[in-house]
């Protein structure tokens, strides 16, 4: 038999191992190798890009700053042509000399004559209107023969009449409200609206003295422009066209007239009273 020798027995079980052991750290390093690498990789690619991006950006803010000074030199060294328009522009004449219409500001005017004036170095076509009324004459451009108005047919007369029969419609507001509305209503220039401004500020056979300045004025104003157009349309008198429209109205100037002068008389019999009474007291 032969002996066994342990000590060589041992040797062999611890070499292994360590072998073993060896071969496991071998590994190990090497994978911590390869994931360094890897993570190397990536920085160097992402430091990469941002370097990309950063130099795009910079690209096009240098680009834009460019463009921006390229305009600014653009618009610095070409000056802009002035071209100098020595003619209105054309446009044909819907009105003749002679005929009647209505100025909204101003209300009815006859055209007395076409004339050209020179503004600015530039011709303007106008309108030379006469009011009659208010003894004044007016210049309207020929582009601007919009805002002129023609006058009312017969059609528009009656119903114009009709508005006036009819029953005013007063609103329950403060009356600097609705005397703006009035206001508007007779700048406006239409006839239907004027209409309803004599209509509803009118008072019949009432006293003219219980309206207010403002309201007084307000419906003179708008009366005489209506009346204004009434007489031109109908080709009557002034007095056959105010007669008309008192109709209508229910109005009698006369009657009122003469309540007035009564009431004037009556308020100065009682002061004379009053000042005879102190006197004798005294």
């Known amino acids: 038999?032969?002996?066994?020798?342990?000590?060589?027995?041992?040797?062999?079980?611890f070499k292994k191992k360590k072998i073993k052991n060896t071969k496991v750290k071998k590994s190990i390093k090497i994978n911590k190798k390869i994931k360094s690498i890897k993570l190397k990789t990536k920085k160097t690619k992402i430091s990469?890009?941002?370097?990309?991006q950063i130099k795009k950006s910079s690209s096009?803010?240098?680009?834009?700053?460019?463009?921006?000074?390229?305009?600014?030199?653009?618009s610095s060294d070409q000056k802009p042509e002035i071209v100098k328009v020595k003619k209105q522009a054309t446009e044909k004449k819907i009105y003749k000399i002679n005929d009647h219409v209505v100025y909204p500001k101003h209300g009815?005017?006859?055209?007395?004559?076409?004339?050209?004036?020179n503004i600015g170095g530039i011709d303007v076509e106008t309108y030379i209107l006469k009011f009659e009324k208010d003894k004044a004459n007016g210049m309207v451009p020929v582009n601007k023969q919009s805002h002129l108005r023609p006058l009312a047919t017969i059609n528009q007369v009656n119903k114009c009449v009709s508005i006036l029969k009819s029953t005013p419609k007063i609103k329950r507001t403060m009356w600097s409200r609705r005397a703006q509305e009035y206001e508007a209503k007779i700048s406006s220039g239409k006839i239907y609206e004027l209409a309803e401004v004599v209509r509803d500020l009118n008072k019949g056979d009432d006293l003219m003295i219980d309206q207010s300045y403002s309201e007084r004025q307000l419906f003179e104003k708008a009366y005489e422009r209506l009346l204004a157009e009434f007489q031109i349309v109908l080709n009557t008198s002034m007095e056959e066209a105010q007669k008309k429209l008192d109709k209508a109205l229910k109005r009698n100037i006369e009657i009122q007239?003469?309540?007035?002068?009564?009431?004037?008389?009556?308020e100065s019999q009682a002061e004379s009273t009053s000042r005879e009474e102190i006197s004798e007291n005294l």
């Open 108 to 117: 009815v005017g006859q055209i007395t004559e076409f004339k050209k004036i």
């Open 48 to 52: 990469k890009l941002s370097k990309k």
């Open 60 to 74: 096009k803010k240098i680009s834009e700053k460019n463009n921006y000074n390229l305009k600014i030199t653009k």
């Open 257 to 266: 007239k003469n309540i007035i002068e009564k009431k004037i008389k009556s």
């Open 1 to 13: 038999m032969k002996k066994i020798n342990l000590k060589n027995i041992l040797k062999k079980t």
